[in-house]
């Protein structure tokens, strides 16, 4: 069965906290929803802000393959005719094919917030879809409260998806609003509507009771033939229904049409894509689409899933775009290793008995306060190292650190660094907007001399986690470095009471991990930022 996906994600998604799209990330993630595959695309509503009437401006160039785009609003007002509502002719004058309108259905909405009669509310809906159907546009009917307007008043909510069908709407949907109807009520209900209503209907969930996505799967099970949700599940309140759960279950669990096979690998990176443009981290634990979906930390199931993936996997991660990932940490054994030695290149095959070395001291140091699932470039040089395949060719010796503020309020640091290199004692000073900044000046130049390659890579990200925290100021800390060159990045981990200490560590090791990956040749040219004396030997 073909199962239609609207996405709201450029109105409703909007509305969470949070969630703020310009005009140009509107249009970008339209193009990225039409290549994705979806229906219908709701771009807002026209008549609310200037944003979006820019947007429906702007969006008319808009080269859509596939979907189609739709303006959004309200039911004209109680006062005013259809033909001369403000509301109705801004969403006609969107210029789109599509319109959706919602409508009361709850009889205590229509009374007390719409301030008018039964009767007349009905007569409403009719005029709104009948006008919006004479200027030749699809008409999708949203009626709003559904569920908790049955629950109130079951014959009126059905009379109001009776006047809509009556007046000519193409799609009627049933919307849980609050998002507090269970799953079976609602697949009761969806039912009796399904009974009674002739028009193709749809759902449109919210997840103020975390069923958003179980709402929308059981009522296509009830015969609804469109869903409308958003990419992550961005929405006012605790989120709308995640379209990007709903699809791969409606394709992959139920066998429907969706999108369709071909484009489900593209979900992944659309759901990464929506994120970036919102300014909201990518949630690590998002079902099909998340970096930890196919995640694997335990020594059992990793075992398992190198035999056979189905074990621990409920689909294939490449089927959206997603991608299978083995964790170490303390809870690893023998095929974590195994298999993140395998994705790397490094081979045990010879050295078996230092394999058992790399568990033990890979827990060794997790009981410290290292962690290796997110520092994979320590990792490597740990697997190395242990292997006697790398030797690090530098060996730190003294540094120092140095804060001050001016009297007038100017910081700044400078960072001393030495170190023995192949026999040859350097030692470096350079300034940085801050402590670690200059301490990663200051090595850098301290190694350029014997390694050029170390110039050409830079910082991109620094994270610190307090890992004890009744110890106050005095706590252990945790740095994760994100390090770059032009081809690849890498992240490395350092551990210590001392915030610049265990920068260091990370540091060390995030030049440690370049000079591996070059395999002894360095063409990078040298680094030449943020120094204040030429490297001399001491």
Request: hydrophobic content about 40%.
């Amino acid at each position: 069965m073909k199962v239609a996906i609207y996405d709201t994600t450029l109105r409703d998604g909007t509305q969470g906290e949070g969630v703020s799209f310009s005009v140009a990330d509107k249009l970008a993630v339209a193009l990225k929803l039409d290549a994705l595959g979806v229906d219908y695309i709701e771009g807002g509503w026209p008549g609310s802000n200037p944003r979006d009437a820019e947007f429906f401006e702007r969006a008319r160039t808009l080269e859509l393959n596939h979907a189609r785009l739709v303006a959004f609003g309200s039911t004209c007002h109680p006062r005013s005719r259809a033909e001369d509502d403000a509301n109705l002719k801004a969403l006609l004058e969107a210029e789109t094919p599509v319109v959706t309108i919602f409508g009361k259905t709850w009889d205590l909405h229509v009374t007390k917030a719409l301030g008018t009669t039964l009767e007349n509310n009905l007569e409403l809906i009719m005029a709104s879809v009948a006008h919006l159907k004479s200027k030749g546009r699809e008409v999708i009917y949203d009626a709003e409260h559904f569920f908790d307007g049955f629950t109130a008043n079951p014959d009126y909510a059905l009379e109001t998806l009776l006047a809509a069908e009556r007046a000519g709407a193409d799609w009627i949907v049933l919307c849980d609003t609050n998002g507090g109807t269970l799953t079976s009520r609602l697949a009761d209900v969806f039912a009796s509507v399904k009974r009674a209503v002739a028009r193709p209907l749809g759902i449109h969930a919210h997840n103020d009771s975390e069923l958003a996505v179980a709402n929308s799967i059981a009522a296509v099970e009830r015969g609804a033939t469109q869903v409308q949700g958003t990419i992550n599940g961005y929405g006012e309140r605790c989120g709308n229904a995640n379209l990007c759960s709903v699809i791969p279950v409606l394709e992959v669990k139920l066998g429907h049409e969706a999108i369709g096979r071909e484009r489900l690998s593209l979900l992944t990176h659309t759901s990464r894509f929506v994120a970036e443009l919102a300014n909201i981290p990518h949630g690590n634990h998002l079902p099909f689409v998340g970096h930890s979906a196919f995640a694997h930390k335990g020594g059992i199931h990793v075992s398992a899933v190198m035999k056979d993936p189905s074990t621990y996997e409920h689909v294939n991660p490449e089927l959206t775009g997603n991608s299978r990932r083995v964790l170490v940490s303390d809870l690893s054994g023998r095929s974590n290793i195994l298999y993140k030695a395998a994705e790397m290149g490094v081979d045990f095959t010879a050295r078996a008995g230092k394999l058992e070395t790399v568990v033990a001291r890979i827990k060794e140091l997790e009981h410290q306060g290292f962690q290796f699932e997110a520092a994979e470039g320590s990792l490597r040089l740990l697997m190395e190292r242990a292997l006697g395949n790398y030797q690090s060719p530098f060996v730190l010796g003294v540094y120092r650190v140095a804060t001050e503020r001016d009297s007038m309020g100017v910081l700044k640091s400078e960072a001393t660094v030495s170190a023995n290199v192949r026999g040859e004692l350097i030692e470096a000073t350079a300034e940085g907007c801050g402590p670690v900044h200059a301490l990663d000046f200051a090595l850098r130049r301290v190694l350029r001399k014997a390694f050029e390659c170390v110039g050409g890579i830079h910082l991109t990200d620094y994270k610190v986690r307090v890992l004890d925290s009744n110890h106050a100021t005095g706590a252990r800390v945790r740095v994760l470095i994100d390090t770059s060159d032009d081809n690849q990045s890498w992240r490395t981990v350092g551990v210590s009471e001392n915030i610049l200490e265990a920068s260091l560590q990370a540091l060390e090791d995030a030049v440690n991990y370049k000079l591996l990956s070059e395999g002894g040749v360095c063409r990078n040219a040298p680094m030449n930022e943020g120094v204040v004396e030429e490297a001399h030997v001491i």
